[in-house]
């Protein structure tokens, strides 16, 4: 089957660094996501990776290793804007998205 | 209009009545998808359209129908609403033809069935 794990609650401090976790199951696999989703508002896209490595942009970067099911998001410098919930997410083989329950991302002052 | 709308914004709704849910992009993109997001889990994939005249099942189509009879425009309908249809619903659309397959989202519709 299918499946994305990522942490359920993360808390970090302002301007520190904070890394989110995400391992997926797939038999088939063309890219990886990351979403960020504030609370009652839409998700909104962050980044894509599709083959192995970092990909950097500005505060945020995404790695893939694709042999080990895993990612992370780094977010850098946090800001309190950055309270919100980051979606793990994979597309299949058929091209559809497969979605984690997200990981709620707290920031303290 | 500058992306993707939906309507309503809320409702609330008694079992057993039918509800259509709008959504409307004005991105010229080919493909479309609704979705249900409920407490503690991911965004699931309720139909979707990959172009206009076409329209497929995603993982929880049961009580939902879609119709795609243009670009723009992709309406939801719930035929006879269950509470279990509660819910938040958003619509997205993304340009297949690219190579990222990034998903816009509209802001969503909180749909509540009593």
């Known amino acids: 089957g299918q499946n994305i794990d990522q942490p359920t609650e993360m808390t970090a401090t302002e301007g520190a660094i904070v890394q989110i976790n995400c391992t997926y199951q797939?038999?088939?696999?063309?890219?990886l996501f990351w979403y960020q989703q504030h609370a009652g508002e839409a998700p909104t896209f962050l980044s894509y990776?599709?083959l192995d490595g970092l990909e950097e942009k500005g505060r945020f970067s995404s790695f893939l290793s694709r042999s080990k099911g895993y990612s992370y998001l780094l977010l850098k410098e946090l800001q309190m804007k950055d309270s919100a919930s980051y979606l793990c997410v994979f597309m299949d083989s058929n091209y559809q998205l497969i979605w984690g329950a997200g990981t709620k991302l707290i920031i303290k002052p | 209009i500058a992306g993707i709308t939906q309507a309503p914004t809320s409702q609330i709704l008694a079992a057993g009545r039918r509800m259509t849910l709008r959504c409307t992009q004005d991105?010229?993109?080919?493909?479309m998808y609704w979705y249900r997001q409920d407490l503690g889990l991911g965004l699931r994939l309720i139909h979707y359209?990959?172009?206009?005249?076409?329209?497929g099942k995603g993982e929880v189509p049961d009580g939902y129908s879609v119709s795609r009879a243009n670009t723009d425009d992709f309406p939801l309908t719930l035929a006879s609403a269950v509470p279990s249809q509660t819910s938040v619903y958003f619509c997205a659309s993304s340009d297949s033809s690219g190579s990222i397959y990034e998903q816009f989202f509209g802001p969503g519709t909180r749909l509540t069935v009593l």
């Open positions: 991105m010229r993109h080919n493909a």
């Open positions: 359209s990959n172009t206009a005249g076409t329209t």
């Open positions: 990776n599709v």
């Open positions: 797939t038999s088939g696999f063309n890219g």
